[in-house]
Nanobody
Framework: VRVVESGGGLVQPGGSLRLSCAAS????????MSWYRQAPGKERELVAA????????NYADSVKGRFTISRDNAKNTVYLQMNSLKPEDTAVYYC?????????WGQGTQVTVSS
């Protein structure tokens, strides 16, 4: 099983990034996929989630209207489009796959928003 995030980096406030999470070793289309983030000294928090077929999404209040989660089950990949980034979005972003009692975490990708 592999869950691998990519696309993080340094961006100026107001900028955009798109994170990708490529999964393998399990039946991706069965899994609810989520993005979490953890800033230094803070607990890991849910950013966005999408159901297995992509029909429903939910977002943390802090990112609503700025972030969009999507998935491509043919490519076993979930995305997080992040626009209008703020310094408070700085964190390690993790991809999480969940189905019943099965769950898998990625290793995380650093996003830093700074001028």
């Amino acid at each position: 099983v592999r869950v691998v995030e990519s696309g993080g980096g340094l961006v100026q406030p107001g900028g955009s990034l798109r994170l990708s999470c490529a999964a393998s070793g399990f039946t991706f289309s069965r899994y609810r996929m989520s993005w979490y983030r953890q800033a230094p000294g803070k607990e890991r928090e849910l950013v966005a989630a999408i159901t297995s077929a992509g029909g429903s999404t939910n977002y943390a209040d802090s990112v609503k209207g700025r972030f969009t989660i999507s998935r491509d089950n043919a490519k076993n990949t979930v995305y997080l489009q992040m626009n209008s980034l703020k310094p408070e979005d700085t964190a390690v972003y993790y991809c999480y796959a969940h189905w019943g009692t099965n769950n898998h975490w990625g290793q995380g990708t650093q996003v830093t928003v700074s001028s």
